[in-house]
T-cell receptor, first 114, second 115 residues
Framework: AQTVTQSQPEMSVQEAETVTLSCTYD???????LFWYKQPPSRQMILVIR??????QNATENRFSVNFQKAAKSFSLKISDSQLGDTAMYFC???????????FGTGTRLQVFP | DGGITQSPKYLFRKEGQNVTLSCEQN?????MYWYRQDPGQGLRLIYY???????QKGDIAEGYSVSREKKESFPLTVTSAQKNPTAFYLC??????????????FGPGTRLTVL
């Protein structure tokens, strides 16, 4: 069974600084996707970034990038130039190719301070 | 505007009553999902449907039922058999079977409170 672990319940960062959120996962599958979702106070889940496991290049979306270490089963999210609007819960999730099930971690609450 | 809508945003129910949560999407997505979110936990899958008139149980299906009569609609009924129904419910959809675009997109959610 797949599992996703986020070991940091809460993080804080000052505006314009960089912060990294950790995520580890466990799967016996060889082909899978990894995702980071953001849930702001409105509680809408918003896709931040996704990574296909077969791709060695780390995904990047503007200020958001990942450090994907397949052998270590690690998938951390780096937020550069943090903004107040980045304040939210961040969830890491995984999905294997042969299932529609997304497996979520328990989330990291990020607070960006001015 | 393409997207996923859920209604109502807040729902109150008395113990012993069934209640139905609405989820509609106009993204032409084949697959739809229902998740439950409790404080301090990640999302847990209740039911999902990859095609009209077909659906599968997720990890916590007991006490819930769904239907998929139309591609754009996937209502969730919380029955009186659900022991602890107070939670935040999220609906999602995706283009099933297309690997490059198979990302789940979420609606704004419904907060259900049992009084």
């Amino acid at each position: 069974a797949q599992t996703v672990t986020q070991s940091q319940p809460e993080m804080s960062v000052q505006e314009a600084e960089t912060v990294t959120l950790s995520c580890t996962y466990d799967t016996s599958e060889s082909n899978y996707y990894l995702f980071w979702y953001k849930q702001p106070p409105s509680r809408q889940m918003i896709l931040v970034i996704r990574q296909e496991a077969y791709k060695q290049q780390n995904a990047t979306e503007n200020r958001f990038s990942v450090n994907f270490q397949k052998a270590a089963k690690s998938f951390s999210l780096k937020i550069s130039d943090s903004q107040l609007g980045d304040t939210a819960m961040y969830f890491c999730a995984s999905r294997s190719y042969n299932t529609d099930k997304l497996i979520f971690g328990t989330g990291t609450r990020l607070q960006v301070f001015p | 505007d393409g997207g996923i809508t859920q209604s109502p945003k807040y729902l109150f129910r008395k113990e012993g009553q069934n209640v139905t949560l609405s989820c509609e999407q106009n993204l032409n997505h084949d697959a739809m999902y229902w998740y439950r979110q409790d404080p301090g936990q990640g999302l847990r899958l209740i039911y999902y449907s990859q095609i009209v008139n077909d659906f599968q149980k997720g990890d916590i299906a007991e006490g819930y039922s769904v239907s998929r009569e139309k591609k754009e609609s996937f209502p969730l009924t919380v029955t009186s058999a659900q022991k602890n129904p107070t939670a935040f419910y999220l609906c999602a959809s995706s283009t099933a079977g297309e690997l490059d675009t198979d990302t789940q997109y979420f609606g704004p959610g419904t907060r259900l409170t049992v009084l």
